[in-house]
T-cell receptor, first 113, second 113 residues
């Protein structure tokens, strides 16, 4: 049973436009959500996170939105750059746990020049 | 600053051989430590996590085991590798308390032949 789902395995966007990556979760105990970026043969790199007490967090070109009622979060990248091309993973964890993250299956973002 | 080291970067092992992957963290004390695996074309699956020396929790039954002999050392082992153990193994750490992101090592590409 996948508790964190990324239903789009791939996404292509033109350079300069907005990239929107989506993620859904089923476990209502999750209260902290993260996005990671991963290049081939490397470990994931933390991008941005959001606590369940917020509905938006912004860091430069990256913004994460959280809709708790829909159990949905999204990552917006604007403007998209070719260097943003990578696999993006959504992850979630619950307070009171050992902070073990549950990951989605990832979305391959390709930014076309 | 904190750093995480994971080695080796790549490993080719015959079926039935033992395995030992090592991970060390520098610049922090009492971290939570994790082993994840990424199978080809799939997301990150949590294998083991540890909140302290000698404390290991397993998320999935498998042919692997983990140990934490020192505060900042985490080892992934197997007595006899199976073909299905092939994958990309990632070590990660997070701070011991509070909602926080996990930081990943560079990963080990294991191929069992």
């Amino acid at each position: 049973d996948q508790q964190v789902k990324q239903n789009s395995p791939s996404l292509s966007v033109q350079e300069g436009r907005i990239s929107i990556l989506n993620c859904d979760y089923t476990n209502s105990m999750f209260d902290y959500f993260l996005w990671y970026k991963k290049y081939p043969a490397e470990g994931p790199t933390f991008l941005i996170s959001i606590s369940s007490i917020k509905d938006k967090n912004e860091d430069g070109r990256f913004t994460v939105f959280l809709n708790k009622s829909a159990k949905h979060l999204s990552l917006h990248i604007v403007p998209s750059q070719p260097g943003d091309s990578a696999v993006y993973f959504c992850a979630a964890c619950a307070s009171g746990s050992a902070r073990q993250l549950t990951f989605g299956s990832g979305t391959q973002l390709t930014v076309l020049p | 600053s904190q750093t995480i080291h994971q080695w080796p970067a790549t490993l080719v092992q015959p079926v039935g051989s033992p395995l030992s992957l090592e991970c060390t963290v520098e610049g922090t004390s009492n971290p939570n430590l994790y082993w994840y695996r990424q199978a080809a074309g799939r997301g990150l699956q949590l294998l083991f996590y540890s909140v302290g020396i000698g404390q290991i929790s397993s998320e999935v039954p498998q042919n692997l085991s983990a140990s934490r002999p020192q505060d900042r050392q985490f080892i992934l082992s197997s007595k006899k590798l199976l073909l299905s153990d092939s994958g990309f193994y990632l070590c990660a750490w997070s701070a011991g308390t509070g909602p926080t992101e996990a930081f990943f090592g560079q990963g080990t590409r294991l191929t069992v032949v």
